[in-house]
């Protein structure tokens, strides 16, 4: 069938198009996107010097499966996730699910991971093309891996759904099962965009006491409160390391630095700022996925600082999208809250140009 989607050029732009998308087959899904969340990777991804089908956030109903599919049928509303584990390999094996070495996108470099559907079943003017990070959500339909889909099993926006699985899920995950934030304890978040929003939920969610809020937007800060935030700082412009706001962090938790610090703004000369805010014995943790080289300086992890850079806050989807579904029904976790506005397809310059000046909390598509 034909499917409007937005397409990544490879040279650094994108266009609105009709690709075909072929009938899944063996344990494939195909799924109608109903909604879309944009996220800066998906910026980025219009850099990666190949042509794709862009998106990795995104919820829809299943209209089809592949024979060998056994936990959906046609007519379930699902969350895809890019986790897409194998079940056997090494890492697979030792619960780093995440981080699969087969079926990862990330892990498996700059190439088509194994957790992609055939390649075959998606073609733009007669070619096969990829899928980013093996999903491709920025369009009307797509063919995936059962392992890519989790049920919903409650009552959702598709909007609210469709960021779970990425931005919502790194930013919980990091606090919960990556740095296994304690009760009682004071964190810290660098950047208040919608991975440190989830940051900040996660760490009142785990029972934070203290919740410290960093960023240069006051807009962003405002928005910081309302996810749990109990104290802001915004920087001073000349700060660039925020060596400041280290001292006023340290003002605000008995001269010792917090228990936790996360880093969530994807800046380079930001990596060794959360090690400059935590208690000696603290973890730092390194969200946003900084890949540049930076110089650190070694009296930053003194003493006894843990410096840590999980991957996609260490999800396990099977087991962490039902319990952040769970805390969403509770009405623990916002959702429906962290989606400012929506979109069409073709309003995707606007997304992008939205999210980048930082008006949203999250932005989604909505087909």
Not at 64 to 79: H, L, Y
Not at 326 to 350: A, C, H, I, N, P
Request: glycine content about 12%.
């Amino acid at each position: 069938m034909r499917s409007k989607a937005a397409l990544a050029t490879g040279n650094g732009s994108f266009q609105i198009d009709f690709i075909e998308v072929g009938e899944p087959q063996g344990d494939e899904v195909l799924v109608e996107l109903k909604a879309a969340g944009i996220c800066h990777t998906d910026f980025d991804s219009m850099s990666w010097n190949k042509p794709l089908v862009m998106g990795h956030e995104g919820a829809g109903i299943v209209r089809s499966v592949g024979p060998g599919v056994r936990k959906v049928q046609p007519g379930d509303a699902v969350i895809l996730n890019w986790a897409i584990p194998c079940g056997q390999c090494f890492q697979c094996a030792e619960g780093n699910l995440h981080i699969c070495e087969v079926n990862s996108p990330v892990t498996s470099g700059n190439r088509a991971s194994g957790g992609h559907a055939a390649l075959e079943r998606t073609m733009f003017q007669n070619q096969p093309i990829e899928r980013a990070f093996s999903l491709g959500t920025l369009s009307e339909y797509t063919v995936v891996r059962e392992a890519a889909v989790v049920k919903t099993g409650i009552a959702i926006p598709f909007a609210s759904a469709a960021i779970v699985g990425c931005g919502v899920m790194t930013g919980f995950g990091s606090v919960v099962n990556a740095a296994q934030v304690k009760p009682g304890r004071s964190v810290v978040v660098l950047g208040t965009g919608g991975v440190g929003l989830n940051v900040i939920q996660g760490a009142r969610i785990a029972g934070a006491a203290m919740i410290i809020a960093v960023d240069i937007n006051a807009n962003r800060l405002e928005m910081a409160k309302q996810y749990g935030a109990t104290h802001t700082i915004q920087p001073e412009r000349d700060d660039v390391e925020l060596l400041q706001v280290a001292q006023q962090v340290k003002g605000l938790t008995g001269g010792r630095g917090a228990d936790y610090a996360f880093e969530c703004t994807a800046i380079p000369e930001l990596g060794a700022a959360p090690l400059a805010m935590v208690r000696n014995a603290g973890i730092a943790c390194q969200v946003s996925g900084i890949e540049q080289k930076i110089t650190i300086d070694m009296n930053l992890f003194e003493w006894d600082k843990i410096y840590i850079n999980p991957l996609y806050g260490k999800c396990r989807p099977e087991i962490d999208i039902p319990i952040l579904l769970k805390l969403y029904q509770k009405g623990d976790l916002k959702l429906d809250e962290m989606v400012t506005r929506t979109y069409t397809l073709d309003d995707l310059q606007q997304a992008f140009d939205d999210m980048r000046n930082g008006l949203n909390a999250k932005g989604v598509v909505v087909f």
